[in-house]
């Protein structure tokens, strides 16, 4: 059980397109999910929290205009990554949380890797 | 601020030998520490969490306040045990983000 699904595994575009990553969890409801970034041989790095019905909470750093984040319901979160350049090449990682415990813990998609060219 | 410190980016044993993957946090309030594994090619899966208190895979770790360290520890590696490992650190906050540590890699030797 627990599962959390990320769709594509793999993107490539050119500079300037949009590319929305979406995370959905199968077998459970998430009030919240995350969403991480991880550049080669680097840790992941927290870039949202998004929230069901709500607005997501952005850490420091993080464009929110840059970084759309929708979560219209409890089983899907969408990250759409706006006009991407070759900089927003990376790997975008999101995880689920079961919904009305906060003692759950993160369960992880497979991840996305985005390369912009 | 949270923060997570895994100071070892690589760890290298025989297979046997014990293993201790070392994590420090720092955290103002009440900590909540995790270990996850990365194994080659697949997602990011738990392997234990402290208020758990069980063993997993053999591994154990233990939160210890007075040194704000949650080492992961198993007496003798196998060669499976290759991935890379993250410490993180949640909170009783209400968004229970969780801030993770830079990862070591095990590479078990046969």
């Known amino acids: 059980g627990a599962v959390v699904s990320q769709h594509p595994s793999w993107v490539i575009c050119k500079s300037g397109t949009s590319v929305k990553i979406e995370c959905r969890s199968l077998?459970?409801?998430?009030?919240?999910m995350f969403w991480y970034r991880q550049f080669p041989k680097q840790s992941l790095m927290l870039m949202a929290t998004?929230?069901?019905?709500?607005?997501?909470?952005?850490e420091q750093g993080v464009e929110k205009d840059k970084f759309l984040i929708n979560h219209a319901s409890l089983t899907l979160s969408t990250l759409t990554v706006t006009s991407a350049h070759p900089e927003d090449s990376s790997f975008y990682i999101c995880?689920?949380?079961?919904?009305?415990?906060?003692?759950?813990?993160?369960?992880f998609g497979d991840g996305t890797r985005l390369s912009i060219l | 601020a949270q923060r997570v410190t895994q100071p070892e980016k690589l760890l290298s044993v025989f297979k046997g030998a014990p293993v201790e993957l070392k994590c420090n946090y720092s955290?103002?309030?009440?900590?909540?520490l995790f270990w996850y594994v990365q194994y080659s090619r697949q997602r990011l899966q738990l392997l234990l969490r402290?208020?758990s208190r069980e063993s997993i895979k053999g591994f154990t770790a233990d939160l210890n306040k007075g040194e704000t360290s949650f080492h992961l520890k198993k007496p003798f590696a196998q060669e499976e045990d290759s991935a890379m490992y993250y410490c993180?650190?949640?909170?009783?906050?209400?968004?229970?983000?969780?801030?993770f540590g830079g990862g070591t890699r095990l590479m078990v030797k046969p």
């Open positions: 995880s689920a949380r079961l919904s009305g415990n906060y003692n759950q813990p993160q369960h």
């Open positions: 077998d459970f409801q998430a009030t919240t």
């Open positions: 998004s929230n069901e019905g709500s607005k997501a909470t952005y």
């Open positions: 955290y103002s309030g009440s900590p909540e």
């Open positions: 402290h208020i």
């Open positions: 993180a650190l949640g909170g009783n906050n209400a968004g229970n983000m969780l801030t």
